[in-house]
C-alpha cells in the first residue's frame, strides 16, 4: 500500500517534497493555477490516482498569484471542515477521502481522482466545440437532467446530515389599495404575481434594525378583504 494511504503523521519532511518522494505528480494546482491559497497535487500510484489538497504555505506570500480570502489558519480550519464532512456524509458525488496525513503546515487531505474533465474552461475557450464546457452544454438533456437529479440529492443529503444552513424569513402580508382589488381578483396568475411583488404599501416599508433580520425576497400573495 502506499504511504500516501497508509501514513498518518510526518513530522519534519515538507509535504511537498514528501507527496514527490512516494508518487508520480501528473499536476500540481497552486498559486497559478487558483486563487484559494491551497496547494493540490494529482498523483499516481502504481494504477491508482489520487488527489492530495494542503493548505500551502504559511509564509502569506502570493509570489505573484492573486492574495487568498484566508490565511494558513483559516485554511487549515476548511480542511478539517472537510474531513468532518467526508466524515459525516456519504453519496456518490461526493469525492471520497481515502486518508489524512497530519504535518507540520497542517493536514493533506488524500482523495480519490475524480475521473473526466473540469467543466469550467477560461472564457477564451468557451466557445470552443471541444472544450469540456462546450461538451458538457451540448449533452442530451435527460443527461444533463439526471446530473442536476445528482447534485439535488447531494444537496438533500447534505442538509440531513446538518450541512446546509436554514433560512429564517419574515413572510408580510399587505392590503391591496381598494382601486387593485377587483383588477387582482379577476387578473391571470401571472399577473396576480407582479401585483403582489409591487404593491405600493412594500415599496414604503422600512427594513428593521440592524443586525435584525431581514425579510425574505420572495413574495406572497397580499390579503384581500372579502368583495
Known amino acids: 500500500m502506499s504511504e500516501l494511504l497508509r501514513v498518518g503523521a510526518i513530522t519534519a519532511e515538507d509535504i511537498g517534497g514528501y507527496v514527490r518522494r512516494?508518487?508520480?505528480?501528473?499536476?500540481?494546482?497552486?498559486?497559478?493555477?487558483?486563487?484559494?491559497?491551497?496547494?493540490?497535487?494529482?498523483?499516481?500510484?502504481?494504477?491508482?490516482?489520487?488527489?492530495?489538497?494542503?493548505?500551502?504555505?504559511?509564509?502569506?506570500?502570493?509570489?505573484g498569484g492573486s492574495v487568498p480570502y484566508f490565511d494558513h489558519a483559516g485554511r487549515v480550519n476548511l480542511?478539517?471542515?472537510?474531513?468532518?464532512?467526508?466524515?459525516?456524509?456519504?453519496?456518490?458525488a461526493l469525492p471520497r477521502l481515502l486518508n489524512v496525513i497530519e504535518s507540520p503546515s497542517g493536514p493533506a487531505l488524500v482523495y480519490e481522482a475524480a475521473t473526466g474533465d473540469l467543466v469550467r474552461v477560461p472564457p477564451e475557450s468557451r466557445d470552443d466545440p471541444d472544450s469540456a464546457y462546450q461538451r458538457f452544454a451540448h449533452l442530451p438533456a435527460e443527461q444533463l437532467l439526471g446530473v442536476f437529479d445528482v447534485l439535488i440529492d447531494l444537496h438533500v443529503a447534505l442538509e440531513a446530515a446538518g450541512w446546509i444552513a436554514s433560512a429564517v424569513c419574515t413572510e408580510i402580508r399587505v392590503d391591496l389599495p381598494d382601486d387593485a382589488r377587483l383588477a387582482y381578483a379577476v387578473a391571470p396568475a401571472a399577473e396576480r404575481y407582479r401585483m403582489a411583488a409591487t404593491a405600493p404599501e412594500k415599496q414604503i416599508r422600512q427594513p428593521p434594525p440592524r443586525g435584525g433580520l431581514l425579510p425574505s425576497s420572495s413574495?406572497?400573495?397580499p390579503r384581500i378583504p372579502p368583495l
Open 22 to 63: 512516494h508518487a508520480t505528480v501528473i499536476e500540481q494546482f497552486d498559486h497559478l493555477t487558483q486563487d484559494s491559497g491551497n496547494v493540490s497535487w494529482l498523483v499516481k500510484v502504481e494504477d491508482q490516482r489520487l488527489f492530495v489538497k494542503t493548505a500551502g504555505g504559511q509564509d502569506g506570500a502570493n509570489h
Open 79 to 92: 480542511l478539517r471542515n472537510a474531513v468532518e464532512l467526508a466524515q459525516s456524509c456519504s453519496h456518490s
Open 219 to 221: 413574495w406572497h400573495p
